[in-house]
């Protein structure tokens, strides 16, 4: 598992080039085209090169959500073609609890005043460090190449289907106002599989705030069982008496 003292993460400093901005998607070809060196992107000092500048980090969804699916329909498939999905499924989980675990590296993937070389050393030095795949390493080097790294999570997200669906499962994202045990998740996987027909993968966080219960989403259907959802049902139900 990660800690934020097995690299260390840069500090935020000001931008040495100009201005980007997250619209400029033409990078997106270029993993299924080959595997162009991170420098070759990065802009010169004169300002002149792709890309240049900082990325706008407040881009609406639906513009970072297509950048997402491009880098991770193109990961997939390269993995695929390599017959590495397996490499690829460790490296997503790895990933999504460095994640989970590492504040000063969501804080570095996100910021928008860290340079692309400042981003680069980091992630491949991050990379390097949790042994993942020559295929993610350089899909992170070019991500941060280009001033991508902001929709890492992204991307993993839709790996994880991806690689789900190739296999015949489906991934149920689980929020629990508590830990499940194993024998909780399992009962979970086995109730949901015998509603969908599949086997379902769980991934599991923890809001302390639903108080109790769960909100299970499974594609585009909603289960919310929480005590605060129905607490709140409850008060509306005692508003409309009133």
């Known amino acids: 598992m990660l800690s934020p003292n097995m690299v260390n993460l840069p500090r935020p400093t000001r931008l040495r080039h100009g201005v980007a901005s997250a619209r400029d998607a033409r990078d997106m070809g270029v993993l299924a085209s080959g ?103 350089h899909t992170l080097a070019l991500m941060a190449s280009k001033r991508r790294l902001f929709v890492l999570g992204q991307v993993l997200s839709d790996l994880r289907a991806r690689i789900a669906a190739e296999k015949g499962e489906v991934t149920a994202e689980v929020t629990a106002a508590a830990p499940l045990s194993a024998e909780q998740a399992a009962k979970l996987a086995e109730t949901l599989k015998a509603r969908v027909g599949k086997d379902v993968i769980l991934k599991t966080t923890v809001d302390e705030a639903l108080i109790g219960g769960l909100v299970v989403k499974l594609g585009s259907t909603m289960i919310d069982t929480s005590i605060r959802s129905k607490l709140a049902a409850l008060q509306n139900a005692m508003k409309e008496v009133g």
């Open 35 to 137: 595997w162009p060196t991170p420098d070759a992107t990065v802009p010169k000092p004169d300002g002149s090169g792709q890309d240049n500048g900082r990325v706008d980090v407040s881009e609406p969804a639906s513009i970072t959500s297509g950048v997402a699916v491009r880098y991770s329909t193109a990961v997939f498939d390269l993995a695929k073609e390599e017959k590495a999905l397996a490499a690829l499924e460790s490296d997503v989980g790895a990933l999504e609890a460095a994640l989970g675990e590492s504040k000063p590296l969501r804080d570095m993937i996100a910021s928008p005043v860290l340079s692309r070389e400042d981003q680069g050393n980091a992630i491949t030095a991050l990379a390097q460090k949790m042994g993942l795949s020559v295929l993610m390493q």
